[in-house]
Structure formats: C-alpha cells, structure tokens
C-alpha cells in the first residue's frame, strides 16, 4: 500500500522531521528529477533556499535501475563494488558508461540551472533530499559533493529508503531522515500513488518559484 500520495505530499511529511534548531544556515538540495518536488516542500518549510546537487547513477548493462555506482559534479564517484562483481561488469564496460553519464550530467546541469549560480554551502547544513534511496549510491556521491564545496554538516532526507542505504549513509552523513524504512524494499515507486517521471521543465520551474 502507498504511503504518500505523490512527491509533494512525501516532502511535507518528510519536513515535519527535521528540527530546524538542529540546522545552521540551511541549504536543501534536490536530487534531479525526482527529488525537486520532495525538497521544494522541505524548503519551504524550513524557510531555506532551495537549489540542487546533480548526480547520475551508474546503471548496470543487464538492469539500468540497479545502480553500479554514481558520480557527481566535480568528478566526485561512489562504486558499489558488490554490485559490479555480481553483474560482472568489466573496468572497460564501467568506464564508458561513467563516460556517457558524465556527459549527461553536465547537460542536466547546465539545463536545471538555467544560468542560476549554484549556492555557497560553506560553512552551513547541507540538506541532501531525494524521492527515495534503494542502493544510496546517488545520495553518497551527493553527500561527498556538499563536503567538498565546503558544508558544515550534511543531513540526507528521504521519504523512503531500504535498511542498506540507511547504513550506508549514516556512516557518510551527519545524520540520515527517513520516515518509512521497510524491512524488503520493492522499489521507492511503490511508496507513491503517482510517481510520475519529471521533465526537466518541471524541474526548472520548481526551482525558479
């Protein structure tokens, strides 16, 4: 049964769990696409700026949706080496796919912004928010992104997340935020009654409002 109603509802929810005095200087990041919505709620309530951390997931050749790793701007990458060696991934096969997600990721980048500078973290909390975390693979290449552009702290929020992400990232991050953290995740989609795939469009006009 679905626990929220779309991605917004998801990011009200998911707000209620962040103690704002616990937040120096705020900044909430969404993950592209999907984490906009859930992180324009967030923003809203903690009064903070909203921006985004783009990051791409390396997905296998056999399944794209499970994910090898994820890079992030500035070079940044995580490897799920357990997931390589079971989908049996050659170092060859790895490098053209991070070769082709690089490009995308430069291209989400420079469309998302919109010629917006990307806001100052140094010194303040990070607020890495995305729709869900199956692996955690994106959030951890994201919460490496924040400290190396200078973040104080840095808190991942999700609405949803399996136990493993959950473990994951509580040894990357200063803390991790998940209402609901099933014992078997099926997939983050399954959380959601809509669920839809966000055009770039959208997420422009979230972040311009």
Same mark, same amino acid.
């Given at each position: 049964?679905?626990?929220?109603?779309?991605?917004?509802?998801?990011?009200?929810?998911?707000?209620?769990?962040?103690?704002?005095?616990?937040?120096? +200087?705020?900044?909430?990041?969404?993950?592209?696409?999907?984490?906009?919505?859930?992180?324009?709620?967030?923003?809203?309530?903690?009064?903070?700026?909203?921006?985004?951390?783009?990051?791409?997931?390396?997905?296998?050749?056999?399944? %794209?949706?499970?994910?090898?790793? $994820?890079?992030?701007?500035? +070079?940044?990458?995580?490897?799920?080496?357990?997931?390589? *060696?079971?989908?049996?991934?050659?170092?060859? !096969?790895?490098?053209?796919?991070?070769?082709?997600?690089?490009?995308?990721?430069?291209?989400?980048?420079?469309?998302?912004?919109?010629?917006?500078? %990307?806001?100052?973290?140094?010194?303040?909390? =990070? !607020?890495?928010?995305?729709?869900?975390? $199956?692996?955690?693979? /994106? *959030?951890?290449?994201? =919460?490496?992104?924040?400290?190396? @552009?200078?973040?104080?702290?840095?808190?991942?929020?999700?609405?949803?997340? /399996?136990?493993?992400?959950?473990?994951?990232?509580?040894?990357?991050?200063? =803390?991790?935020?998940?209402?609901?953290?099933? %014992?078997?995740?099926?997939?983050?989609? *399954?959380?959601?009654?809509?669920?839809?795939?966000?055009?770039? *469009?959208?997420?422009?006009?979230?972040?311009? @409002?």
């Amino acid at each position: 049964m679905a626990q929220y109603r779309d991605r917004c509802a998801a990011g009200q929810t998911l707000a209620g769990w962040l103690d704002p005095a616990q937040l120096l +200087d705020p900044v909430v990041l969404g993950l592209p696409r999907g984490g906009v919505p859930v992180a324009a709620e967030v923003a809203t309530a903690l009064h903070a700026p909203l921006d985004i951390i783009v990051v791409r997931k390396l997905g296998s050749p056999r399944n %794209p949706e499970l994910a090898l790793g $994820a890079i992030g701007e500035g +070079d940044v990458r995580v490897l799920n080496h357990d997931v390589i *060696a079971a989908e049996r991934v050659s170092p060859e !096969v790895l490098r053209r796919i991070e070769r082709t997600e690089r490009t995308e990721l430069q291209r989400r980048a420079h469309v998302l912004r919109n010629r917006r500078t %990307p806001l100052s973290l140094v010194g303040r909390t =990070a !607020v890495i928010v995305d729709d869900g975390m $199956a692996t955690g693979a /994106s *959030a951890a290449v994201a =919460a490496q992104c924040a400290r190396e @552009q200078g973040a104080a702290s840095v808190i991942v929020a999700v609405p949803i997340a /399996s136990p493993e992400a959950m473990r994951l990232l509580e040894y990357l991050t200063d =803390a991790v935020v998940c209402p609901y953290v099933p %014992p078997l995740l099926g997939g983050v989609g *399954a959380a959601f009654e809509d669920f839809h795939q966000l055009t770039d *469009a959208e997420v422009v006009n979230l972040l311009e @409002q």
